[in-house]
T-cell receptor
Framework: AQSVTQLGSHVSVSEGALVLLRCNYSSSVPPYLFWYVQYPNQGLQLLLKYTTGATLVKGINGFEAEFKKSETSFHLTKPSAHMSDAAEYFCAVTVRSSNTGKLIFGQGTTLQVKP | EAGVTQFPSHSVIEKGQTVTLRCDPISGHDNLYWYRRVMGKEIKFLLHFVKESKQDESGMPNNRFLAERTGGTYSTLKVQPAELEDSGVYFC???????????FGQGTRLTVV
């Protein structure tokens, strides 16, 4: 069975500071990993994904994440937070080569950016 | 190109009533998914359609929930009768193939009072 744990339901940073949102996963088979973002009153938008290949993945809006198999982690980072980054972020996992693309989500982390 | 569209955006109903949620996927997307987020909890998978067929309905909570996708286009999710614990945000997503990016709708917020 697969599971995802996001450490910290709320993270607060100052504008310009480093953003670090933590995600650990559990999977008995090689996973595909995702980060989604939900802005207020909008649907989930894909930020980035890891499938195979390079373990450092770059996404939209300056975000990136690194797949670390030994640590079963897929933390999301951004060097400098912007006010527009305030949103809820979800880490998710799915099984490679499955006939279903169903996602297993973490609990979500709300990012607050202070001026 | 239109994204995934869900109707209604909000619904407030009384316990025991019936509610039907609708999802229009992106045109040409054979895969359609329903997810639900109960307040304070994670987003959970409900079911997956490939065209009009149910590929995986392992996440459906009980037989008060019925999902259909007649003709392989839009999908409906009916809750009958609704219970208080059914309150939450229901998301729909679609993708071209099962392991490609899933695009999400804005969700339907269901409140059962």
């Amino acid at each position: 069975a697969q599971s995802v744990t996001q450490l910290g339901s709320h993270v607060s940073v100052s504008e310009g500071a480093l953003v670090l949102l933590r995600c650990n996963y559990s999977s008995s088979v090689p996973p595909y990993l995702f980060w989604y973002v939900q802005y207020p009153n909008q649907g989930l938008q894909l930020l980035l994904k890891y499938t195979t290949g390079a373990t450092l993945v770059k996404g939209i809006n300056g975000f990136e994440a690194e797949f670390k198999k030994s640590e079963t982690s897929f933390h999301l980072t951004k060097p400098s937070a912007h006010m527009s980054d305030a949103a809820e972020y979800f880490c998710a996992v799915t099984v490679r080569s499955s006939n279903t693309g169903k996602l297993i989500f973490g609990q979500g982390t709300t990012l607050q950016v202070k001026p | 190109e239109a994204g995934v569209t869900q109707f209604p955006s909000h619904s407030v109903i009384e316990k025991g009533q019936t509610v039907t949620l609708r999802c229009d996927p992106i045109s040409g997307h054979d895969n359609l998914y329903w997810y639900r987020r109960v307040m304070g909890k994670e987003i959970k998978f409900l079911l997956h359609f490939v065209k009009e067929s149910k590929q995986d309905e392992s996440g459906m909570p009980n037989n008060r929930f019925l999902a259909e996708r007649t003709g392989g286009t839009y999908s409906t999710l009916k809750v009958q009768p609704a219970e208080l614990e059914d309150s939450g945000v229901y998301f729909c997503a679609s993708s071209q193939v099962s392991d490609s990016e899933a695009f999400f709708g804005q969700g339907t917020r269901l409140t059962v009072v």
